[in-house]
């Protein structure tokens, strides 16, 4: 990809206009200006934004899937971007030359699909959940990866238009997991690189009301949309034993069981396993699709 012009797609539910706002002010002293610069009210009106910032106010909301792939078809539309770059609206970019170096980034490399940033706290500590690798004791590790970080993340608007955009159904909770996988079995890599910081606040995620309900629920698509059929029940298998082991709450329990049958209830889009050259990378990369 020679010279890739980079575009910004902010989604927000109109609660933090200060983070927002300190957002919007690190985009602008990037030292390498973005082309364009989208923000999404998902189902809430939009603040003020600064001059050249395009804002999408939306009646309702999407989730964060449906309300990406506005922003991602707005970018589209606009015929100038090359790579999307995903930032939560609570996050900031501490970095002045975050997109320079994405930049460079897909310069050098003509089959890369998706780069994730590191998420660190103010103190600069990453939670092992936002390494997105098994061995997470180490961080500052880079390398080639199966799956990326909502919070922060670069995608190739070519291989977007091969892939398809965020899976609308999922609404939240393991979208970025069901895009690499249709990323890699298409033959893009997928980079972690933690050189590229996303700064955000420390959180949990049960902080979302529907959490327990959606991990479920959206982990049982994975399965029905992209296993092969051999591997789904060991898949599943291995994540309700994790599940049962790492959650202390007996109401968090009943709605992980509920979201679980929910999943294997309902319809969840088109079924397009991925192949076994996919699932051998997968595994060459440390991460067997059955966890």
Known sequence: MRHPRVGVAILTMGNRPQELQALLDSVAKQDTAPTRVVVV??????????????????????????????????????????????????????????????????????????????????????????????????????GLVTTFLGGGHALSMPMLEQTGGWPEEFFYAHEETDLAWRALDAGW??????????????????????????????????AKRHLPVVLAPGYLGVWTLLTLARTRSLGGLRAWAGGFREGLRTPCGRRQPIRWATVWRMTRLGRPPII
Request: glycine residues 8%.
């Open 41 to 142: 009210g998902n189902g809430s009106p939009l603040p003020p934004l600064p001059d050249g910032v395009t804002g999408i106010e939306l009646p309702e909301n999407l989730g964060v899937s449906g309300g990406r792939n506005v922003a991602l078809r707005a970018l589209q539309e606009a015929g100038d971007v090359d790579v999307v770059v995903d930032l939560d609206d609570d996050g900031l970019l501490i970095s002045a030359d975050v997109f320079s170096r994405i930049k460079t980034l897909y310069e050098r490399d003509s089959r890369l699909g998706i780069v994730s940033f590191r998420i660190a706290d103010e103190t600069g500590h990453t939670q092992r959940r936002h390494v997105p690798r098994l061995r997470a004791s180490d961080p500052m590790r880079p």
């Open 189 to 222: 890599k997928v980079l972690y690189e933690p050189a590229l910081v996303l700064q955000h606040p420390r959180t949990l995620p049960t902080r979302h009301a529907v959490y327990h309900r959606m991990v479920a629920r959206n982990r049982v698509w994975l």
